[in-house]
């Protein structure tokens, strides 16, 4: 009887002995598949072969479509002087030289964006995201991919996450524009090293992009993002650009003197008034959704509005916004409770539109002072 439970032991151990190595050589040939280098494919465990493979397969199908019209062109045959020529011939070659140059040209977009770009669904998972979210959030490409973003984001910022998600049927024929800004976990320490995910802070993203739906029931709708930390590195040589400083509620307590080149104001004049007293009426709903944006998320992207300009018309500008303590504290001199102030970037992204045209009592008087 011993003899015979020591035998059935001996053949339940040798059977899953052999099923873990079928096991293995399963997903080792599932990892061997996955675009990735041999250096990080060698460090995947189990769950992170089949988040990534899952990941590819919903990208394979978003672009599937793509795919097959630019197949269909490249294999339509030529006609060059009376003799039928096929794309096969040297196809290879083409389709080499034609991935060559588009790494090239995405690397140079990449460069020039100064952020990083993002696939997600209608459900918040991360489809794809570029290689270079590394250099800024401190956590890889094969880290954040095919997890949900409501596991990375704030959530105080999940409502407005799910409503950049939600498909109407209207937006859905007009593929409406997405921009929003959230609050993303990222382990980039202050020195720009990576530190562990349980020690990471809040950095602040503006998410711009649009909507990509798929009318084919093999396919897959998404939000194609291009995702920027703030506050963005600003260039404050050029003479387009002018900062100020203000209150909680937007009333201005600085400004430097490049406004009078760009507005005409000067800083005297518009200290102690209200940002809103400046701009047009039709673009109070962006100026204050940037403000809900700074007073709840710290920092802040305008997008584009309209600035008066004394003396008739306007110019549009963006502006780029963060809060700050107003008062450092020191060792001798310690504030439990530091004011709070708004430091703001703005760049004039026209010339003046309209100067004949007066939106403000203040354009009125400042014409007829002059």
Request: aromatic share 6%; net charge positive.
């Amino acid at each position: 009887m011993t003899a015979d439970k020591e035998k059935r032991r001996a053949t339940s151990r040798e059977a899953a002995r052999k099923r873990r190595r079928v096991e293995s050589d399963v997903f080792g040939d599932l990892s061997r598949l996955l675009p990735l280098q041999p250096s990080i494919r060698t460090h995947l465990d189990k769950p992170s072969v089949i988040r990534l493979t899952l990941s590819y397969i919903r990208m394979h199908t978003l672009l599937k479509e793509n795919a097959e019209t630019r197949h269909k062109v490249r294999l339509h045959p030529v006609v060059v002087g009376g003799v039928e020529r096929n794309h096969c011939n040297g196809g290879r070659d083409e389709k080499e030289a034609e991935e060559s140059e588009a790494s090239e040209e995405m690397s140079m977009y990449l460069r020039t964006l100064e952020g990083f770009l993002m696939v997600l669904s209608t459900e918040g998972d991360m489809i794809f995201l570029s290689d270079n979210v590394t250099k800024y959030m401190g956590l890889t490409q094969t880290e954040l991919m095919g997890h949900n973003i409501f596991e990375y984001t704030h959530p105080c910022d999940h409502e407005e996450i799910r409503h950049n998600l939600r498909l109407t049927a209207e937006q859905v024929w007009c593929g409406e524009k997405r921009d929003f800004v959230i609050r993303i976990k990222s382990a980039l320490t202050h020195r720009g090293r990576s530190a562990n995910l349980k020690s990471a802070t809040w950095k602040v993203l503006h998410c711009q992009g649009r909507v990509k739906v798929c009318m084919s029931p093999s396919s897959i709708s998404c939000l194609l993002l291009t995702c920027r930390p703030l506050p963005l590195s600003h260039t404050l040589l050029s003479t387009h650009t002018f900062t100020s400083q203000h209150s909680m509620d937007m009333k201005f307590t600085y400004c430097d003197q490049r406004v009078i080149s760009l507005l005409g104001y000067t800083p005297e004049e518009l200290v102690g008034r209200s940002l809103y007293d400046f701009c047009h009426t039709l673009d109070y709903n962006c100026l204050s959704k940037n403000h809900l944006n700074l007073c709840l998320k710290s920092q802040s992207v305008s997008g584009q509005y309209r600035m008066l300009v004394r003396g008739g018309g306007y110019v549009w500008v963006e502006s780029h916004s963060a809060v700050i303590p107003s008062v450092k504290s020191s060792r001798s001199r310690p504030i439990t409770h530091q004011p709070l102030c708004i430091l703001s970037v703005t760049y004039v992204l026209s010339g003046v539109e309209e100067p004949t045209l007066q939106l403000s009592l203040d354009q009125t008087i400042h014409r007829y002072l002059t």
